[in-house]
């Protein structure tokens, strides 16, 4: 099952490490990784139509 996509922006999203990845959920040539801790907001994305899944 693939992973929900996640918009840039989203808060109350459990804490962890998040991957970006394409408006399809492709991998993004050098995509970042963040950690968020719980109930932060999730950054902006480095290309509009972008967004997160929880790794």
């Known amino acids: 099952m693939a992973k929900e996509i996640i918009k840039p922006?989203?808060?109350?999203?459990?804490?962890g490490n998040y991957k970006e990845v394409g408006?399809?959920?492709?991998?993004?040539?050098?995509?970042?990784?963040?950690?968020?801790?719980?109930?932060?907001?999730?950054p902006p994305t480095q290309k509009p139509g972008n967004g997160w899944v929880k790794k």
Do not use: A, M, Q, Y
Request: cysteine-free; aromatic content about 0%.
């Open 9 to 15: 922006g989203t808060d109350n999203k459990p804490g």
């Open 23 to 42: 408006p399809r959920g492709g991998n993004v040539p050098k995509g970042r990784e963040v950690h968020i801790d719980p109930g932060d907001r999730l």
